[in-house]
């Protein structure tokens, strides 16, 4: 028969044996366990996994001597080849790219100039400034804007790249029609009454003085419609002479006989106004009388005036 069991006894035995596991759990080694690789990523700690450092491939160099190797010391195995292959390719690119742009082959030494008439080829080559740059570097649409800024009396400009490095510039100036003189400040204006600098004093065109700027439109200096009628007096009057500017009577010009005379500011019936100033001029002279002040802006109300 079994003995009886105290319970006070069996109580204490049961605390003894739940201490002792206790123990036994606390003496479990603190080291961390290795990563485990699995197919799937449920419970992987792939940060873990991540930040392993790359292993190591071993390099044994046999000797002469049969049997003998040299071991040399390990290095670490290369990941992602093409990543290097390309960056190296990158690399390679680029420097050859600046060799290239820096090679005389490729830096413009000459530049070919079509269509220039007042202008020379220094003054263009100054405007632009590309010689002894690399042909990589020029932009056409650049080297037309700074001309145009420098000379507005170039009217068409187109400019070609060839290679290794040559440049060709085609060009067409603005031809003067008139010379607009205002207290002393000189510009020339073309048949469409685009302005731009003098070049060259000596050239022989028609000189305008008047104390004022002229009538513009649309951004133009000079409106075409003065213009067209400074051509038109042009055909009837001396070559020599000048005309004159007025905002209330238009164009017009000294008589050297002693009078002036106002023409208006269209060309509108030009040859009838001639007509009628001759006519006028003559009867003047029959008469001995010596006007201050002819005017034929208008054909239908022609005068003459004594006084200024």
């Given at each position: 028969m079994d003995a009886a069991v105290d319970p006070r006894t069996a109580g204490k035995r049961e605390v003894r044996r739940s201490q002792k596991n206790r123990r036994d759990f606390s003496s479990v080694s603190p080291r961390k366990m290795p990563p485990v690789q699995s197919r799937s990523a449920i419970g992987v700690n792939n940060t873990v996994i991540d930040a392993r450092p790359l292993p190591r491939r071993r390099v044994d160099v046999p000797l002469s001597a049969t049997g003998a190797e040299i071991r040399l010391p390990a290095v670490p195995a290369v990941r992602n080849k093409w990543r290097i292959l390309s960056g190296l390719l990158a690399v390679g690119l680029l420097v050859g790219m600046i060799m290239m742009t820096q090679a005389s082959l490729f830096q413009v030494k000459q530049i070919e100039m079509q269509g220039l008439e007042r202008f020379t080829?220094?003054?263009?080559?100054?405007?632009?400034?590309?010689?002894?740059?690399?042909?990589?570097?020029?932009?056409?649409?650049?080297?037309?804007?700074?001309?145009?800024?420098?000379?507005?009396?170039?009217?068409?400009?187109?400019?070609?790249?060839?290679?290794?490095?040559?440049?060709?510039?085609?060009?067409?100036?603005?031809?003067?029609?008139?010379?607009?003189?205002?207290?002393?400040?000189?510009?020339?204006?073309?048949?469409?009454?685009?302005?731009?600098?003098p070049h060259h004093e000596s050239a022989k065109i028609i000189q305008v003085s008047s104390t004022m700027l002229p009538p513009t439109i649309e951004n133009r200096f000079v409106d075409p419609r003065i213009v067209n009628t400074v051509a038109v007096l042009a055909s009837y009057?001396?070559?020599?002479?000048?005309?004159?500017?007025?905002?209330?009577?238009?164009?017009?010009?000294?008589?050297?006989?002693?009078?002036?005379?106002?023409?208006?500011?269209?060309?509108?019936?030009?040859?009838?106004?001639?007509?009628?100033?001759?006519?006028?001029?003559?009867?003047?002279?029959?008469?001995?009388?010596?006007?201050?002040?002819?005017?034929?802006?208008?054909?239908d109300s022609p005068y003459f005036r004594m006084e200024q």
């Open positions: 080829e220094s003054e263009i080559s100054h405007a632009i400034n590309i010689r002894g740059s690399s042909i990589f570097f020029i932009n056409p649409e650049l080297v037309i804007e700074d001309l145009r800024l420098t000379y507005p009396g170039l009217s068409d400009v187109t400019v070609k790249i060839s290679w290794p490095a040559g440049v060709l510039i085609s060009l067409k100036e603005r031809a003067p029609v008139l010379a607009w003189n205002w207290n002393g400040h000189v510009r020339w204006v073309d048949e469409n009454g685009v302005a731009f600098e009057l001396p070559e020599d002479i000048e005309l004159i500017f007025d905002m209330d009577h238009g164009l017009g010009w000294q008589d050297d006989r002693g009078w002036v005379v106002y023409f208006g500011f269209n060309d509108d019936d030009a040859h009838q106004k001639m007509k009628i100033y001759q006519t006028l001029v003559e009867y003047l002279e029959g008469k001995r009388i010596t006007p201050r002040v002819i005017n034929v802006e208008y054909v």
